[in-house]
């Protein structure tokens, strides 16, 4: 027991005191925290510039409600839009030809040309050399398509007021049901699931790649010929799992407390930049101990695999090629996220998520969207400790033997003699 307990603090200590597992722990919500506040923020940024349009309008319905229309006002209080109406008699191509050169010499930043049947084909031509800004774009388009809209109603004498109010969409108040009570979800439901279920599938890769990489190294120094005369090869892989796992369950922990203070301060902190209310983020307790649950009994079995790897091979570059098989069984839940988030308790879903090698992500995400019966949930722990257990115990004798074979990877045959050496 002292023995295992000097390989597991030797694990742990040789990894989270490296600066890679700093920065990587406290970059990561830094680098979460950026992705959500600093879009929210630059929707906001406002250069204070005004957009010249030029405007030549053929059928002469356009120009006079667009001028009225685009009136927002930027921060310094000049109107964001300045319209420029340009005569449409004449030769149209040369004054094309003059407006482009505007806009080459910075005279003009684009313009608008209306056909004579705007009203019926409802095309406009938007020129400019940046045409990229898809939010001026959108405000255009819905304002001119507002207007149009309008014209078309009152030439067949229909009301637009009145046919605006008929036809107003409604808003879809979308309220999660659970036993905590009813909660508003404006997707942040779908966001947390993503966001922890890529976390806890990036955490079993790099921690089962660490493992692998660590066994490779140690069986090619000739290292683990002088540990396994001081301590047992099940207790050198036990100590090695557990120390990797506990880096990892520290960096987790740490996730978590960052997941908790954004629930706690995050919307206070977005509303300051978000134009429109944001919804508050709730992260249940038992999610966390759930994500924990599955993280460990997950890393366990994953890692064993990734373990029994390491023991086999001789470098890296066979052992890209070896865990290919136990990549499948992270990437599958992954393709099938999409339908999982659709369907959380259908029969497909139910019966993938109680298979031991899908069961940290799939189960872990049906309880993030719509959480199972609690039968299921234990009856999925049970199976995937079972699992791990049984792997854990045919890994140890794959292990064992093979961190002391040199040359070629072995072949199925001789795996299975491994297996059957007492």
């Given at each position: 027991?002292?023995?295992?307990?000097?390989?597991?603090?030797?694990?742990?200590?040789?990894?989270?005191?490296?600066?890679?597992?700093?920065?990587?722990?406290?970059?990561?919500?830094?680098?979460?925290?950026?992705?959500?506040?600093?879009?929210?923020?630059?929707?906001?940024?406002?250069?204070?510039?005004?957009?010249?349009?030029?405007?030549?309008?053929?059928?002469?319905?356009?120009?006079?409600?667009?001028?009225?229309?685009?009136?927002?006002?930027?921060?310094?209080?000049?109107?964001?839009?300045?319209?420029?109406?340009?005569?449409?008699?004449?030769?149209?191509?040369?004054?094309?030809?003059?407006?482009?050169?505007?806009?080459?010499?910075?005279?003009?930043d684009a313009y608008l040309?209306?056909?004579?049947d705007v009203t019926q084909?409802?095309?406009?031509?938007?020129?400019?050399?940046?045409?990229?800004?898809?939010?001026?774009?959108?405000?255009?388009?819905?304002?001119?398509?507002?207007?149009?809209?309008?014209?078309?109603?009152?030439?067949?004498?229909?009301?637009?007021?009145?046919?605006?109010?008929?036809?107003?969409?409604?808003?879809?108040?979308?309220?999660?049901?659970?036993?905590?009570?009813?909660?508003?979800?404006?997707?942040?439901?779908?966001?947390?699931?993503?966001?922890?279920?890529?976390?806890?599938?990036?955490?079993?890769?790099?921690?089962?790649?660490?493992?692998?990489?660590?066994?490779?190294?140690?069986?090619?120094?000739?290292?683990?010929?002088?540990?396994?005369?001081?301590?047992?090869?099940?207790?050198?892989?036990?100590?090695?799992?557990?120390?990797?796992?506990?880096?990892?369950?520290?960096?987790?922990?740490?996730?978590?407390?960052?997941?908790?203070?954004?629930?706690?301060?995050?919307?206070?902190?977005?509303?300051?930049?978000?134009?429109?209310?944001?919804?508050?983020?709730?992260?249940?307790?038992?999610?966390?101990?759930?994500?924990?649950?599955?993280?460990?009994?997950?890393?366990?079995?994953?890692?064993?695999?990734?373990?029994?790897?390491?023991?086999?091979?001789?470098?890296?570059?066979?052992?890209?090629?070896?865990?290919?098989?136990?990549?499948?069984?992270?990437?599958?839940?992954?393709?099938?996220?999409?339908?999982?988030?659709?369907?959380?308790?259908?029969?497909?879903?139910?019966?993938?998520?109680?298979?031991?090698?899908?069961?940290?992500?799939?189960?872990?995400?049906?309880?993030?969207?719509?959480?199972?019966?609690?039968?299921?949930?234990?009856?999925?722990?049970?199976?995937?400790?079972?699992?791990?257990?049984?792997?854990?115990?045919?890994?140890?004798?794959?292990?064992?033997?093979?961190?002391?074979?040199?040359?070629?990877?072995?072949?199925?045959?001789?795996?299975?003699?491994?297996?059957?050496?007492?």
């Amino acid at each position: 027991m002292n023995n295992l307990f000097l390989i597991i603090r030797r694990e742990y200590l040789q990894r989270v005191r490296t600066k890679g597992f700093i920065i990587s722990t406290l970059l990561m919500p830094l680098l979460f925290a950026a992705l959500v506040i600093i879009p929210i923020a630059l929707t906001r940024l406002q250069t204070g510039e005004q957009k010249r349009i030029g405007v030549i309008d053929q059928s002469g319905l356009i120009y006079e409600d667009l001028s009225q229309s685009l009136n927002e006002k930027s921060e310094n209080g000049r109107p964001k839009f300045l319209l420029t109406k340009f005569s449409a008699e004449g030769d149209i191509a040369a004054l094309r030809s003059q407006l482009k050169a505007k806009i080459i010499n910075n005279q003009l930043d684009a313009y608008l040309f209306i056909g004579r049947d705007v009203t019926q084909k409802g095309a406009v031509d938007y020129h400019s050399k940046n045409v990229s800004n898809f939010m001026e774009l959108r405000a255009l388009e819905s304002t001119i398509s507002a207007i149009i809209i309008n014209r078309r109603l009152s030439q067949v004498g229909l009301d637009p007021v009145k046919v605006k109010s008929l036809v107003r969409r409604i808003d879809l108040k979308t309220i999660r049901i659970s036993k905590q009570g009813e909660t508003e979800d404006k997707g942040q439901t779908f966001a947390i699931s993503y966001a922890l279920v890529m976390i806890l599938y990036g955490s079993l890769i790099f921690y089962g790649v660490s493992i692998m990489r660590s066994v490779i190294e140690e069986k090619s120094s000739r290292i683990v010929e002088i540990l396994i005369s001081s301590v047992r090869p099940f207790e050198l892989m036990l100590g090695k799992l557990i120390g990797v796992g506990a880096v990892g369950l520290t960096q987790i922990l740490i996730w978590s407390l960052f997941l908790t203070l954004l629930s706690l301060y995050g919307v206070a902190m977005i509303s300051v930049f978000a134009t429109q209310s944001i919804p508050k983020i709730e992260i249940p307790p038992s999610l966390l101990v759930y994500f924990v649950v599955y993280y460990i009994s997950g890393y366990f079995l994953f890692g064993s695999l990734y373990a029994a790897i390491g023991a086999m091979v001789n470098s890296e570059q066979e052992a890209q090629q070896a865990q290919a098989p136990i990549l499948s069984f992270l990437i599958i839940p992954l393709v099938l996220m999409t339908f999982i988030i659709r369907a959380p308790n259908s029969t497909f879903s139910t019966v993938l998520s109680l298979v031991p090698f899908f069961t940290p992500l799939l189960m872990f995400m049906r309880i993030c969207i719509e959480p199972p019966p609690l039968f299921q949930i234990l009856g999925s722990i049970l199976l995937l400790l079972s699992t791990t257990v049984l792997i854990m115990w045919l890994v140890s004798k794959i292990y064992r033997v093979g961190i002391l074979m040199y040359g070629k990877k072995p072949t199925l045959p001789e795996l299975i003699k491994w297996l059957k050496y007492t």
